[in-house]
């Protein structure tokens, strides 16, 4: 569901959207057939892999052959946890209910609580290139004043964080082990309760896995996928709102079209890393009608003029992202750290 607006995130004035905004409307339908489908071929490869991960290691081959394994299956595992953001959203399928038992399903696969990460989620949706509302579900992002103002501490922990090494390889497993064990900041009861739902089931999951297939085979298959499938989502994550050109406002001059549109990339992916990453590079549509499908993202872009026509941002641009750092008001621009 669309997030609630809040005081803090509401913009200063009211914002008319552009004609073509009512169009979305078309693309926002679910469909059980197609959300149930989107289910079978993508957990089913999921799992197959899993299992054929199992037998290269009880086979004694060589544990490279496992890790090619772990790539492909990974990549299933990213789609997943797409079809878990599309539940988040109550876009999947029609019913409400459906989305958020199926929702809480894909969370443990991906080791992520359902309710908690949605409220999160949402914050984000309502606070996203807002600079007076960050901290929500966004990669941590200072402005150029705020990081010449910080204690070198401060600033040495920005640089590390902010490092590709920490940022896509270690943060991947630090989310989804260990911070995702925690809840959110300022979450209700729903929220801790999904928390503590997640942790119990997984730790359940985990100890039946070790004592029928043993621990160290266990930890050899679902480690490399965790770390692997988180990698590549935080980038995907990060290349949605940090590339040069992106928008960003304090909140009396933000404005929710800019917001979308140039807040959100278009991320032109080839076909197959279109399909296994859900259409997500659809991002820009995403912010401006987050409950339309996956699988109706595409159409509603093709549809649209304004829409087919934003720039696209490109693999090679996507990898140079990575050296932006901080956001430079005065010339309201990402930059690095060396200027």
């Known amino acids: 569901m669309a997030p609630t607006e809040t005081a803090s ?47 290269s290691i009880r086979r004694d081959n060589p544990y490279g052959l496992t890790l090619m394994l772990a790539v492909l299956a990974s990549a299933f595992l990213v789609r997943l946890f797409i079809l878990f953001h599309d539940c988040v959203h109550g876009s999947l399928f029609p019913q409400k209910r459906a989305n958020t038992v199926v929702g809480t399903v894909l969370g443990l696969l991906v080791f992520t609580p359902f309710e908690d990460w949605r409220l999160s989620h949402l914050r984000h949706h309502a606070s996203y290139a807002n600079l007076d509302t960050r901290g929500f579900g966004d990669i941590w992002t200072l402005t150029q004043t705020e990081y010449d103002q910080s ?12 490092h590709p090494v920490v940022l896509f390889g270690l943060g991947a497993l630090i989310a989804f082990i260990f911070r995702y064990r925690l809840p959110s900041k300022k979450v209700s009861r729903k ?41 590549a989502g935080i980038f995907l994550f990060y290349v949605q709102h940090q590339f040069k050109g992106v928008y960003w406002a304090r909140r009396e001059e933000w404005d929710a079209t800019k917001a979308a549109m140039a807040g959100s990339s278009f991320y032109n992916l080839p076909p197959v890393l279109r399909w296994l990453s859900g259409n997500i590079g659809y991002h820009h549509v995403h912010h401006l009608g987050p409950r339309i499908p996956n699988y109706r993202l595409k159409p509603c872009c093709d549809a649209i003029p304004a829409l087919r ?31």
């Open 309 to 339: 026509d934003k720039p696209p941002l490109t693999i090679r641009q996507s990898l140079a992202a990575i050296r932006l750092h901080i956001w430079d008001e005065q010339n309201h621009q990402l930059t690095g750290f060396r200027r």
């Open 9 to 55: 995130s509401r913009p200063a004035h009211p914002h008319e959207w552009p004609a073509w905004h009512a169009t979305l409307a078309e693309y926002k339908q679910a469909s059980t057939w197609k959300g149930s489908w989107q289910l079978i071929n993508t957990a089913l490869p999921y799992f197959a892999l899993w299992y054929l991960m199992f037998l």
């Open 191 to 231: 929220e801790w309760a999904s928390v503590i739902f997640t942790n119990l089931a997984l730790a359940l999951i985990i100890i039946l896995a070790c004592q029928t297939l043993g621990w160290r085979t266990y930890v050899l298959i679902q480690l490399p996928l965790v770390w692997m499938a988180g990698a």
């Open 151 to 162: 204690s070198k501490g401060m600033r040495r922990a920005y640089r590390i964080y902010r």
